[in-house]
């Protein structure tokens, strides 16, 4: 009966496809063998497996297992002939994958089970090769064998790619796409593989290639794909950025390499945009504490809001020194994590979308502070941060006018500040919400202008109450040889005065700065020489004493 297993006839099947796995049980012993195709795509243990019924079940969706249950016991029971059945099953990635399992039940003279035959199909519409790029999909990953020989593996993706769609439309970022991987298979060994991994992101596994190597491929990439000419002959600046990971030393398994890939690129897109990223124990360290600050600011948020609190920092009057208004800055201090700063913690908010909710707690509060001054203190114009992820949920509008109105506050002191502009990849959409917001009386800022070229484009297209120019053209003002910034900032507010938009000077640290930006005709004036961003009780002793800044 083992012959079964040995026989030759299952070896050409078992090899005649890569997206057809066959397995065939011998029911006397309750072993079976597993094509090697489906032993590496299940991710089983081995050809040969003792009891597979047990095994497979495992496999199997929890909402599929009673169909597939049902229908092989129908098939050994004898009353349906063939075991033939859809149900889903993990794959060695732990995704589920939709399979079609066909199989028969062979028997002896006196109808007992003796071989029991089958194979499985992916129809799940997964195919070989990606339909746009022509480049193999993710699904072929397990064919490779990292543990083989050495070599090197890049995730490269394209920067701003949700941008360049917005800008151009969607044929144009396919086009890109095309013409970006044709690059990337150009550039590499015949030996390297190159794969889509998902949209925008490319996977290329260096088989026997060693750091330099993959570092000079990557070089000569951005080289030949910093500008990308189109049919039309438009041509489109693009940036990519990459992580890379050594094998076997920094991955021994598929699932590890493709984590710390993901977790390197993450890394270079975050923090060194546009470069190579070899992952490292750094990397892996970071990555441990974005989860942790992630669970950490989940449980307060869920524990209404402990630990998070706003600071406020003075908006100051340049003629009369007095403090007209404050910036709401969110700090917070978790239950096991205090130590971090905003903008860590914004970050990991902004990655897995907590922003939202913070966000909604951080208008409240702003707003309920501004109403509890008016009676002491007057109108204080009260500005938040708002990230342009916040301004793109559906519910922000409704929510913040609705909050406006429950506490009772006159829109026109309240200033939103729109922070990183240069992630706005719809300027068009973020317009029409401004306006509406505008008409209603709330104020508009765009925060840290001139960080990028992007805010001079979001001014041709945003209406806008203030722009609040950077701390980087203002902290040295005072220093020798830095004429520029002095040039800088003068012409942003000339264009502020043309424009008819209110300005507020960020980032004075010192007496000179002070000096200087005291002359230069911003509405407001912010920074550390004044006041440091202060708790609620530090920022009423500062308008009791009348203090002037
Ligand atoms: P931002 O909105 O540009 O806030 C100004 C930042 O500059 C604050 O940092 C403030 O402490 C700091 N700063 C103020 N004056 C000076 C100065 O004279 N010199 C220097 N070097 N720095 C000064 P902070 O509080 O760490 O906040 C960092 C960023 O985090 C903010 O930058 C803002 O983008 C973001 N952020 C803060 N609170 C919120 C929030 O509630 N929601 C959102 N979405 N983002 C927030
Ligand atoms: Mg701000
Ligand atoms: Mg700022």
């Known amino acids: 009966m083992s012959d079964i297993f040995n026989n030759e006839l299952f070896e050409a099947f078992a090899s005649a496809s890569d997206n057809v796995y066959i397995y065939v049980c011998d029911m006397a012993t309750d072993v079976s063998r597993w094509s ?76 007992n089970p003796m071989i029991f035959a089958g194979l499985m199909t992916r129809i799940d519409g997964q195919s070989k090769y990606d339909s746009l790029t022509g480049l193999l999909t993710t699904h072929e990953m397990h064919h490779f064998d990292f543990t083989a020989q050495p070599g090197a593996a890049l995730l490269i993706g394209v920067d701003g ?37 998902s949209g925008d992101e490319f996977l290329v596994i260096a088989f026997g290639a060693e750091r330099q190597n993959v570092i000079d491929f990557y070089k000569k990439l951005r080289q030949e794909t910093d500008i990308i000419e189109l049919e039309d002959e438009r041509k489109i600046n693009i940036s990519a950025s990459a992580g890379g990971v050594l094998f076997p030393q920094d991955a021994d398994s598929r699932e590890i390499l493709i984590n710390n890939l993901e977790h390197s690129l993450d890394y270079a ?18 990555h441990e504490r974005g989860l942790a600050l992630r669970d950490d600011l989940k449980q307060c948020m869920k524990n ?31 239950e096991k994590i205090k130590d971090s700063y905003p903008m860590e913690f914004i970050r990991v908010l902004e990655d897995y979308g907590g922003i939202q909710e913070v966000g909604f707690w951080v208008m409240e509060q702003a707003m309920k502070q501004q109403v509890a001054w008016r009676d002491t203190y007057g109108e204080l114009r009260v500005s938040f941060n708002v990230s342009y992820q916040q301004f793109l949920d559906d519910t922000f509008e409704d929510r913040l006018v609705a909050c406006a109105e429950k506490c009772g506050v006159d829109p026109t002191y309240i200033v939103i500040e729109l922070t990183e502009s240069c992630r706005v990849d719809n300027p068009e959409e973020l317009a029409v919400v401004f306006d509406r917001l505008r008409k209603r009386g709330f104020k508009i800022a765009l925060d840290d202008f001139g960080t990028a ?64 930006v005291r002359t230069m005709d911003a509405t407001m004036l912010q920074g550390y020489h004044y006041s440091r961003p202060i708790c609620r009780t530090d920022f009423e002793k500062l308008l009791d004493e009348g203090k002037k800044l």
């Open 453 to 516: 070229y992007a805010s001079l484009e979001m001014l041709k297209r945003l209406h806008i109450d203030y722009i609040k120019i950077e701390h980087s053209f203002v902290r040295e003002l005072a220093e020798p040889g830095h004429d520029i910034d002095y040039i800088i900032i003068e012409n942003l507010l000339k264009m502020c005065r043309h424009l008819g938009y209110d300005s507020i000077i960020e980032g004075v640290e010192n007496d000179k700065v002070d000096d200087i």
């Open 304 to 334: 209404n809001f402990k630990g998070f609190e706003l600071f406020f920092q003075p908006f100051v009057d340049p003629a009369s020194h007095s403090i007209v208004g404050c910036e709401c800055l969110l700090r917070w201090k978790g």
């Open 36 to 111: 090697k195709a489906s032993v590496k795509y299940f991710g089983l243990e081995g050809e040969y497996i003792k009891e597979a019924g047990n095994v497979w079940a495992q496999h199997i969706h929890p909402d599929d297992l009673d169909v597939y249950l049902a229908d092989v016991e129908a098939v050994f029971a004898g009353t349906k002939r063939n075991h033939d059945c859809q149900y889903r099953a993990k794959n060695f990635m732990g995704e589920y994958v939709w399979i079609e399992c066909k199989g028969s039940v062979i028997r002896d003279a006196e109808g």
């Open 161 to 197: 790619f949700r941008k360049i769609v917005g800008n151009y439309g969607y044929n144009t970022g396919d086009e890109i796409l095309i013409e970006f991987s044709r690059k990337i298979k150009h550039l590499c060994k015949p030996e390297w593989k190159v794969l889509r991994f």
């Open 269 to 286: 897109k975050n923090n060194q945009r546009g470069t190579l990223v070899f992952f490292s124990e750094e990397i892996a360290r970071k």
